[in-house]
């Protein structure tokens, strides 16, 4: 991030305008939860090229960057969808949680095997639990 990236708020609305992406990206790194959130809705405009920083943001330690992320993806629509099934393996219960209830709503078809693979594995029931 750099070293003014430490102490300057990024100007998200700045770079939204200009199509930043990398900028948006950069921002998921910022240290305060509400820049980040907000790095996340720019990004969910952006349509294709942010999918997969949104992927990696529902791993954020935040639960509202994590929601967040679910949202914005939920938004870019078809190109995220086969980024969202791989996310359907994964074993954190947020970033599975957050995939399931974003391909459920999209209401894709080509979703609808591997969200059912999903909700029988055990390991998502695992998941769920061991974050209870």
């Known amino acids: 991030m ?3 990236g430490k102490f300057l708020k990024p100007d998200i609305e700045k ?3 200009n199509r930043d992406v990398e900028g948006l990206v950069r921002a ?3 240290k305060d939860s509400g ?3 907000t790095a996340i809705l720019a990004l969910g405009e952006m349509g294709e090229p942010a999918v997969i920083p949104l992927i990696e943001a529902l791993k954020d330690k935040d639960r509202y960057v994590q929601g967040g992320a679910a949202v914005a993806l939920g938004k870019i629509g078809k190109p995220a969808v ?3 099934v791989r996310a359907l393996k994964d074993k954190k219960w947020n970033v599975l949680a957050g995939a399931v209830a974003v391909l459920g709503e ?3 078809t080509s979703a609808t095997e591997p969200l059912i693979r999903a909700l029988r594995d055990e390991g998502y029931f695992k998941a769920k639990k061991s974050q209870e």
């Open 2 to 4: 750099g070293i003014f």
């Open 15 to 17: 770079m939204k305008r």
């Open 28 to 30: 998921l790194k910022y």
């Open 35 to 37: 820049v980040r959130a």
């Open 82 to 84: 086969e980024p969202l």
């Open 106 to 108: 999209m209401g894709d």
